[in-house]
């Protein structure tokens, strides 16, 4: 089964931040309902839909600060009143806009996610949430790593709230008052969080109504949804005694409904579209995504709607707001509000159902209301002419005295390892068109083609006095605001990139954005999902450093060579360890760290990971005036098993010409015939497959001197730990492995025994 949507566009508000746009109640009598919205103006407005025209209820002047979380009171007495947060000020705005409450919090950190329940407040900022109770300090915690999102449900007890916090780190954390109760782990990093308060009552209901009927422990529990930054959605349910898990939707698994590998910027799960009395679940991704998934009888997930809209979505919900039935509501970051309507498409574009016939009274409604929306449009056109020619008018008088500038506007980036490319995507959004968006590094970079990427690129040659080394251009296209760049980086160089993003308006500014790129930039984390038997299976060299450095001298040379490191971690008790996992996205290597005061321990199936720490901390610590020591214990048999893992990369590279020639001389052979029906499955697959293996032929010398590189890293720093130095074996080792007759086994040979 699959939904059909109609799209309406709403209004424009300027930049929007994540949960900016809320739904008032449906009050009685009325059968639409109000949205309010806030941007980064500082504006906060409420609107309706009235005979298809929009309708302005309020809308406040411009703040100094942006609008960061808007949300509605959930007390009885609140449910109609609007709660703002600007900077650290909380603000309350009753249903017609005015202004009826004001605290401004102690937080030295803006305030990214507000909730209001009658005098109390819960405030999230970067890494510190606060709870206040009639605008006095209750209750403080700080994270370990930086909260992205946050949601307040009764978990523990029935009748108090419970902050619950996504956290970059992996965690979801809930707290009981100031302290943390229990934390969940996510595959990936936690971005955002929304409790489903509607299904909570609709388990209640079903409860109360079979009492007799066995109830799985989950039905008293807080229904939770997550997203993560790598595109994971998943259910908890929460309650006071242990979290417990529900459907997953992984894009990466070929067994899930699938979905975009984008990060989740916004998800809701409280509105049944389908109508089989059962909410399904809305998904929001950065990359402009918005897909719906139906629950079966087995209460897994099943996408039945995806579309993208080509820009972060930012907030969802539901209401009947343009009509009266339920909808889908967006707000993007540009601040476009959209609604979507379902089973809507089997219409034409006047209303009527297609071939149904009209009478002759509801099409002259139909003509009267197009004429309505006519008229509106001209009238509107006719006001913006007039603005803009006021405002160049007072331009041209002050352009005289005064020099043009523009102001800083947010863009909206990440910079984000692919998995399965082992490649950076530096993705950059803007509230406007972009003219042209430049990247400098100070490491070498290789800039790949990304698919569908309409921008065109001009490599330059960086200047060595600056240093430099790696520039290039992208012109975007005309009326784009959002790019994606892909990046190829090599370990053991740390450095940064920046981007400098330059808009089409006038006058003409530029915005700058700079991204770190640590020595060991292609290992992300892994939560030990391989555990202890993977560990034991391979290989596994170690390196143990000791001396007197301080347990934050050593999570500070962590954090500088790997990502995904907390910023903030207490030290274990005395005997206690800090361990981390790691995978390398390129070979598949693990790394494993411990670390406490005076002693750290790295463990790897690579050596390589072992020699840039090894180099980094021995550097680190002699700019300390620390004494470390070193020891070192090599696994047989780890040269074979690291052959192993980089064998299929270098002969998939190697066959890429092949299968090209042989695309093309099937390409001739159908065009001879007029049909494909003697070729085999492989066959046609390589035909449906063409665009990327010419595409992937493009970069195949760049990737083969990368791979050849990575094992040149392996080949020397092994050698090196066994005290034995191969550097002049290097030019001979890239011969052996571009000759015809390469092969694993000659491979294993020449990374083992360090002779070509």
């Not at 909410?279 to 996408?303: A, F, H, I, M």
């Not at 001209?378 to 041209?396: C, F, H, M, N, P």
């Not at 330059?502 to 939560?527: D, N």
């Not at 492989?682 to 990737?703: G, T, V």
Request: aromatic share 6%; charged share 25%; proline share 4%.
């Amino acid at each position: 089964m699959s939904l059909s949507f109609s799209r309406t566009d709403i209004t424009q508000t300027s930049q929007a931040e994540r949960g900016t746009m809320t739904v008032f109640p449906l009050t009685k009598g009325k059968r639409q309902q109000k949205l309010a919205l806030g941007d980064g103006d500082g504006v906060i407005q409420t609107i309706g839909v009235k005979n298809d025209e929009r309708v302005s209820v309020f809308k406040t002047n411009p703040g100094p600060t942006p609008v960061s979380s808007l949300v509605l009171g959930q007390a009885r007495t609140q449910t109609d009143k609007l709660f703002a947060s600007c900077g650290n000020v909380v603000k309350g705005v009753n249903k017609k806009g005015k202004e009826f409450f004001k605290f401004t919090t102690n937080l030295t950190e803006p305030i990214a996610k507000l909730h209001v329940d009658n005098v109390t407040i819960w405030a999230a900022g970067e890494y510190v949430t606060n709870q206040y109770v009639n605008c006095e300090d209750a209750h403080y915690y700080a994270a370990d790593d930086k909260v992205n999102d946050m949601a307040v449900a009764p978990v523990i007890i029935p009748d108090e709230k419970n902050p619950i916090l996504a956290c970059a780190d992996r965690f979801i954390r809930v707290l009981q008052g100031g302290e943390l109760f229990y934390e969940v782990a996510t595959p990936g990093a936690c971005t955002v969080v929304e409790h489903c308060a509607a299904n909570d009552t609709n388990r209640a209901k079903e409860a109360e109504a079979n009492p007799g009927m066995k109830m799985d422990k989950r039905a008293k529990a807080r229904e939770v949804l997550y997203g993560t930054e790598q595109g994971v959605v998943g259910q908890l349910f929460l309650d006071g005694e242990k979290p417990r898990r529900g459907w997953v939707i992984d894009p990466s698994s070929s067994s899930t409904t699938g979905g975009s590998r984008a990060g989740v910027s916004a998800l809701h799960g409280d509105c049944d579209l389908t109508g089989d009395g059962v909410n399904d679940v809305v998904v929001g991704r950065d990359d402009g995504s918005l897909e719906v998934y139906t629950l079966d009888e087995n209460g897994q997930p099943r996408k039945v709607f995806e579309k993208n809209l080509g820009e972060s979505i930012q907030t969802l919900a539901s209401g009947r707001v343009t009509t009266g039935f339920n909808e889908i509501l967006v707000h993007t970051f540009s601040g476009k509000v959209i609604a979507f309507r379902p089973g809507a498409d089997d219409r034409t574009i006047d209303g009527f159902a297609m071939g149904e016939q009209p009478t002759e009274h509801q099409m002259k409604m139909a003509d009267d209301l197009a004429n309505r929306r006519a008229d509106q449009l001209r009238a509107e056109i006719e006001s913006l002419k007039a603005d803009v020619k006021q405002a160049r008018a007072l331009y041209g008088n002050k352009a005289e005295n005064l020099v043009a500038a523009g102001g800083a506007q947010r863009v909206l980036d990440k910079f984000q390892l692919d998995p399965d490319t082992a490649c950076y995507r530096l993705t950059l959004e803007a509230p406007y068109p972009m003219f042209s968006v430049s990247v400098a590094s100070t490491v070498p970079l290789d800039l790949l083609d990304v698919e569908n990427d309409e921008a065109m690129c001009a490599r330059s040659e960086p200047d060595v006095t600056s240093g430099m080394a790696a520039l290039a251009t992208y012109r975007m296209q005309e009326g784009k605001s959002r790019v994606e760049i892909r990046l190829r980086v090599i370990e053991g160089r740390a450095g940064s990139a920046r981007a400098f993003i330059v808009p089409s308006t006038q006058p003409k500014t530029c915005a700058e954005k700079t991204y770190e790129i640590k020595s060991l930039c292609l290992h992300r984390r892994s939560l030990n999902r391989h555990g202890d038997e993977a560990l034991a299976a391979r290989p596994m060299n170690a390196m143990r450093i000791s001396g007197n450095f301080s347990f934050d001298d050593v999570h500070a040379w962590i954090s500088r060579c790997l990502n995904e490191i907390p910023n903030r971690v207490d030290a274990p008790p005395p005997g206690g360890e800090i361990v981390y996992d790691f995978e390398s996205a390129l070979m598949g290597t693990l790394l494993r760290v411990s670390a406490q005061e005076g002693d750290a321990t790295f463990w790897s199936d690579s050596v390589t990971p072992l020699a840039l720490l090894k180099e980094f901390i021995g550097r680190e610590a002699t700019n300390l005036k620390l004494q470390v020591r070193f020891n070192f214990d090599l696994a047989d048999g780890t040269p074979g098993h690291f052959a192993r893992l980089l064998h299929p990369k270098l002969h998939d590279n190697r066959e890429l010409t092949t299968r090209a020639r042989i695309v093309e001389a099937l390409k001739e052979i159908k065009q001879q015939e007029e049909t494909d029906e003697f070729f085999d499955d492989d066959q046609k697959e390589m035909l449906r497959d063409e665009a990327a293996i010419k595409s992937r032929l493009k970069e195949q010398p760049r990737e083969l001197d990368y791979l050849i590189g990575v094992a040149k890293d392996f080949f020397v720093d092994w050698h090196r730990f066994k005290g034995v130095n191969v550097k002049h074996l290097l030019p001979a080792l890239d011969s052996a492995l571009r000759a015809k007759d390469y092969s694993l086994e000659r491979l294993s040979d020449i990374l083992e025994s360090g002779s070509v």
